[in-house]
């Protein structure tokens, strides 16, 4: 069975430490739903994470 190489992603803004759940290869710039601030920059492919990452959730 192959491994997926994407995944969904628990990440904590550096600014207001909101808990927010974003996708590792993104489309488009994601920001924090409290603050604003940019927690995915997408790169065609994987995306630039911005934030700490708390936690790889499974499928």
């Given at each position: 069975?192959?491994?997926?190489?994407?995944?969904?992603?628990?990440?904590?803004?550096?600014?207001?430490?909101?808990?927010?759940?974003?996708?590792d290869?993104a489309?488009?710039?994601?920001?924090?739903?409290?603050?604003?601030?940019?927690l995915?920059?997408?790169?065609?492919?994987?995306?630039?994470?911005?934030?700490?990452?708390?936690?790889?959730?499974?499928?």
């Amino acid at each position: 069975m192959p491994k997926q190489q994407s995944n969904f992603l628990k990440v904590k803004c550096g600014d207001c430490e909101n808990h927010q759940i974003i996708f590792d290869h993104a489309a488009s710039t994601v920001k924090c739903v409290i603050c604003g601030k940019t927690l995915v920059e997408p790169k065609g492919g994987r995306s630039k994470i911005c934030a700490q990452i708390v936690e790889v959730l499974d499928h």
